[in-house]
């Protein structure tokens, strides 16, 4: 009988064991699923973003083009920055394309640059660190979510600019640290 209430407590022991190695499971489980369902939601949220925006082609193609049918094309668009831009993508289309007509940020002599030079300077640090970025093998629209993805995506645009400004001073986070292997 002794040996009989031995074994009972030992499978109850196991038993006990299995419950508490389930419910550890089963939390594990809870939190793969609430991670993989953030990851998700962030990819398609980054998905619905690069489908609204719009191929943009290389106008400087379509001007020669023009030229060359006898077009009057003699006029160089402005060089002025986008008075208020909504996000990081729009900085990143006025730094390589231009916007509404106006020059590329990128091709911008020096003294157009000294006419907007705060503004010019303070975008700077987004339109390097995405190069950076793209250097480093990452695609412009990964490399724009991994900045957001460091200072918040609610953050408005010029208060990224300054964190950014500020971490440029003082360490980038480790997220956007590029280390680049020189061949």
Known sequence: MNRLFQQMQALYGQM???????????????RLKQRLGM???????R???????????NRGANNDAGAARGGNNN???????VPSPKNISV????????IAGRKP???????ERGQCKCTYNLRKLAWTKISELIRAGHTAQTA???????YGRASGLSAILVRMRHDRRNGWPNELVVNVAVL
């Not at 006029?75 to 920055?81: C, I, Q, S, Y």
């Not at 900085?91 to 231009?98: A, H, I, V, Y």
């Not at 940020?105 to 003294?111: G, K, L, P």
């Open 16 to 30: 006990n064991g299995l419950r508490t190695e389930n419910r550890e499971v089963k939390l594990e489980i809870r």
């Open 39 to 45: 990851q998700l939601r962030r990819m398609n949220s």
């Open 47 to 57: 998905i619905s973003r690069i489908a609204l925006h719009p191929v943009v082609r």
């Open 75 to 81: 006029e160089d668009p402005p060089a002025t920055l």
């Open 91 to 98: 900085l990143w289309q006025e730094f390589m394309f231009g």
């Open 105 to 111: 940020a990128r091709t911008f002599s020096a003294r």
């Open 144 to 150: 724009i979510d991994l900045i957001y993805d460091v």
